[in-house]
């Protein structure tokens, strides 16, 4: 079962007609703004995928892009000038896409998603927060526009239990698999501004792995160094192709309600660079090709690895690779946000955790920004995960990357 993810930025110091804009009615409504939504998130979380594993090569990963693009996406709406400027860059928004239309769409996307959450299939919670401090005059158009969003934090009086207020929450968006995302220091008297996601998913697979099949076999970490690890195994009907472009034999594994599924991209075991050539060259055209519903089912013999990971990654160096990296200047200009001077971010954390089992995965993530200063296989198909692969978990009508990740060493 998979569990959650949280992201957080922290800084310091109604649709108004002139909210983003001298005059926000005159935007004409973009029927194709959602699906830009989308094709911009799918973009920006394959660029973010390459920078962490390059961050981390020899680790193993675990995060949602999609809980650090909300969090950024707020950042966005937030922000004005250079630094709107370079989000939009770096989120990979359409050019032609404007903040009203972004909006409507963002505002859509979160109530069809409520809406669709099929507790009786499959569960999945994103949550986006503003934590301001009681002192910063919001904008009123703001206030309206994100009422659900805003809550108002004494950062300035009382740092230690604004912080402990946000990991609480944090904790109960994902149902305590994310603890203490905020660290000792991450709130001080200064801190002005904290925004935050936090995501839950929780899955049960089509068809499950029968416990009594699970048992210790090889995982092969490198050429040179293998570890025993529980197995899962079993033998169904599956979707499975090879990918010349990915450089890896691909597997769906359905959850209960088909909407979401996990996809493992495995290399070729005698590949040293396959997990990174995999990341490389996945694209938002080469991922369509793997998640459409065309190819055919096949009788697979499936083992896969049983296991749990948890990873903090520290965002601001991966995220000043991709360009963001003006959120953490300076002169970060938030004035859509309010008009008051010395908003700016410090630093990004993201926490993530996995847990993957016979009956299906549980994943959580929590995300925040904040400042205080090949060869086929024969017949019938074996898909025999005992080396290092890359996995995603893959949210079908909207295009969206949930989590994603690389096991690499159960031992770390």
């Known amino acids: 079962m998979l569990k959650t993810c949280a992201v957080v930025l922290l ?30 998130q799918l973009e920006f979380t394959l660029n973010l995928f390459e920078a962490i594993n390059k961050a981390v090569p020899d680790d193993n990963v675990f995060f949602s892009p999609f809980s650090v693009y909300h969090a950024l996406v707020l950042a966005y709406f937030s922000s004005a000038g250079q630094t709107e400027r370079s989000l939009k860059e770096s989120l990979r928004i359409d050019n032609n896409l404007d903040k009203v239309n972004l909006m409507t769409a963002y505002k859509v996307d979160k109530r069809s998603r ?17 934590f301001v401090d009681s002192e910063l005059q919001v904008r009123h158009c703001l206030l309206d526009m994100f009422s659900e969003e805003l809550e108002s934090l004494n950062f300035h009086d009382n740092p230690g239990e604004a912080r402990d207020y946000i990991n609480d929450w944090v904790m109960r968006v994902t149902k305590n698999n994310i603890k203490g995302l905020l660290p000792e220091d991450g709130i001080t008297q200064a801190t002005k501004l904290v925004l935050a996601n936090a995501a839950y998913f929780k899955g049960v697979w089509a068809s499950k792995f029968p416990k009594e099949r699970t048992k210790k076999e090889a995982f092969f970490v490198s050429e040179t160094r293998q570890t025993l690890v529980p197995f899962m195994k079993q033998k169904g009907t599956f979707h499975y192709m090879v990918s010349d472009e990915l450089g890896a034999q691909i597997l769906e594994l359905p959850y209960k309600g088909n909407d979401i599924s996990m996809y493992i991209l495995l290399p070729p075991y005698s590949m040293k660079e396959g997990v990174s050539n995999i990341i490389a060259n ?44 003006d959120l953490f200047n300076a002169t970060a200009d938030f004035s859509t946000l309010s008009e008051q001077k010395g908003i700016l971010f410090d630093d990004a954390v993201h926490k993530a955790r996995i847990q993957n089992d016979e009956e299906g995965t549980v994943a959580a993530a929590a995300t925040a920004i ?30 969206s990357i949930l989590f994603m990740g690389v096991y690499r060493d159960p031992k770390k």
């Open 282 to 325: 996945l694209t938002p055209e080469r991922l369509a090709a793997v998640v459409e519903e065309g190819y055919m089912g096949r009788e697979v013999i499936v083992e896969i690895p049983k296991f749990t990971i948890e990873r903090s990654l520290p965002l601001r160096n991966v995220l000043e690779t991709l360009g963001v990296g």
């Open 11 to 40: 800084a310091l110091s109604t649709v108004n007609s002139q909210c983003f804009y001298k005059d926000d009615s005159s935007k004409k409504l973009d029927p194709e703004a959602r699906t830009s939504l989308y094709r911009g």
């Open 370 to 399: 904040f400042g205080f200063r090949s060869s086929r296989p024969a017949e019938p198909t074996r898909f025999i995960a005992n080396f290092p692969f890359v996995y995603l978990i893959y949210e079908r009508p909207t295009n």
């Open 114 to 130: 409520g809406a669709n959450n099929n507790s009786d299939s499959y569960e999945f919670t994103s949550v986006n927060k503003m």
